[in-house]
């Protein structure tokens, strides 16, 4: 029988980077349930034309007891970083892309309902394999979309430190673009520089930013809605008055908070930018605006993990598919091994240790919740 590090291994030998396919994970996971697995699959093809999947596996076609969700995408990697698709071990921990986030809770998944005997259960497990995540949740929106997932208890896998999450915040992303008048930088009278129209809308993202910080929410650090300037491209030429520059912005909504109302604040100071400097043309075009992962109502399943880990249950800044995937009246948990803080960077890893207890902790969960 397999361990979660065996099937870990697999999987991060698997590339699964977002502009690739994740049909190959997918189809190493099928064909590693057992045969009485029912799967639904969703296909999709994203805007580059590459084939995109997610499934809904159920062990009986009805309302799941409990869902078990995760992504199958990965960040890009270093191609310098030898272990990214070869995953070594060292010093109890594996190595590799994926490894931390999030494949090793699929490894959990695929380990622990193969040392379970599903014909005991009786509520339905569900499995649900989502596609890029890491670019905007975009298979569980379309998921959500299509109504696929019913289930009275989810848990959404993410590196947590094996620590039970009951809310996120959401993420917003947007473009302010500038518009001035190009013209030759010797003469700049008679052109209209887009760059310092845009220093003067970044001064007045600012102002914006303190009113986000004036409504906390003190479940969270920071306990408000953050948001970030994060890139600024303006100008063609050194010698050339620039004609346009963009400022991409993204914020981070707590729970209680419309993802919409920064939008709106940002579009009021644009206006008054534009009455105290006549000529100034600036507009704002949401990309995202996705909602924060609320605390369910009751919290059975949070109690569950919270006394199996020994630890209480916290919140996270970071966005997550359980804002997606959380249907009324059910409840969300997001948990699993390793930590965020060595995702997304090369020496990703997870703790073995971490791995094995997680498949103790789902195995429990699913006797719970669907014998």
């Known amino acids: 029988m397999k361990t979660a590090t065996h099937f870990l291994q697999d999987l991060v030998a698997i590339p699964s980077v977002s502009s690739l396919s994740n049909v190959p994970v997918i189809n190493y996971a099928v064909s590693q349930l057992d ?27 009805r309302p799941a007891g409990l869902a078990l969700v995760c992504h199958t995408d990965t960040v890009p990697f270093d191609p310098d970083w030898p272990e990214a698709v070869n995953p070594r071990i060292r010093n109890g921990k594996l190595y590799g892309r994926g490894s931390c986030d999030v494949k090793g809770f699929l490894a959990c998944i695929l380990a622990a309902v193969s040392q379970v005997d599903l014909k005991t259960l009786a509520k339905p497990l569900a499995l ?5 995540e890491e670019i905007g949740c975009v298979g569980a929106k379309y998921l959500a979309k299509a109504k696929a997932l019913r289930s009275a208890y989810t848990i959404v896998g993410e590196p947590t430190g094996l620590q039970p999450i009951r809310a996120g915040k959401g993420y917003a992303l947007a473009e302010i673009v500038v518009r001035g008048k190009e013209a030759h930088s010797a003469f700049p009278a008679a052109g209209r520089s887009a760059i310092v129209d845009a220093a003067r809308v970044i001064l007045r993202l600012e102002t914006v930013a303190k009113k986000l910080a004036s409504h906390r929410n003190r479940d969270f650090d920071p306990p408000f809605t953050t948001m970030n300037a994060g890139l600024i491209r303006g100008g063609s030429a050194k010698n050339i008055i620039p004609g346009e520059c ?13 993802p919409a109302w920064a939008a ?9 930018l534009a009455k105290k400097h006549p000529g100034l043309d600036a507009t704002l075009d949401v990309k995202r605006l996705d909602p924060s992962f609320e605390p369910s109502r009751t919290k059975n399943l949070a109690t569950l993990l919270e006394s199996l880990t020994g630890r209480p249950s916290a919140t996270v800044s970071f966005g997550t598919e359980a804002a997606h995937l959380s249907t009324p009246g059910s409840e969300t948990v997001v948990f699993g091994p390793g930590n965020m803080t060595v995702a997304h960077k090369s020496g990703e890893f997870v703790p073995i240790r971490e791995l094995n207890q997680c498949v103790d902790y789902l195995k429990t969960a699913i006797q719970r919740f669907c014998a």
């Open 128 to 132: 649900v394999l989502t596609a890029d």
């Open 264 to 272: 709106m604040l940002i579009r009021e100071e644009l206006t008054a």
């Open 35 to 61: 045969q009485a697995w029912i799967v639904d699959r969703y296909p999709y093809t994203d805007p580059a034309g590459t084939a995109k999947l997610n499934i809904v596996a159920y062990t009986k076609r």
């Open 246 to 258: 963009h400022i991409t912005v993204e914020w981070r909504p707590v729970p209680g908070r419309d």
